[in-house]
């Protein structure tokens, strides 16, 4: 099975990573940019082994460390509730060192003030 976020949870690219909206629960969490990287590769159908490569391929980091923090986002997004499906992996996360979470914040209003601007009408 490919690894999908729920519906209702929408992303949108910044300039830090990627933030991602759960319209459901009006909340939303923010992932750097290696974050980002590993779960663009999941959403194009790619496995936990394909986005710890390209995590090597564009951070300075080992593969068995790259692999951990794939399995740590996965089990992080999915214990949110965001995540549907697996990447067919089957690994576990580590309980030896804290998992990659997700920063969760209340959010107020629509997506608009979720990227800190807040549309008024101009006279």
Known sequence: MTFKLREGVLT?????????????HNQYWTLNPSAAIALRTLLDGGTEAD???TLT???TVDTDTAHQ???DLVGGLNSAGLAEGNTGDGAKASTDRPPL???KRRVHGRWPHVRGRQQRNSR
Do not use: H, K, N, S
Not at 12 to 19: F, P
């Open 69 to 71: 923090d794939v399995r």
């Open 51 to 53: 986005a710890a490569q």
């Open 12 to 24: 949108a690219e910044t300039d830090y990573g990627i933030v991602l909206l759960d319209e459901a």
């Open 57 to 59: 391929e564009e951070y």
């Open 101 to 103: 979470r997700p920063t």
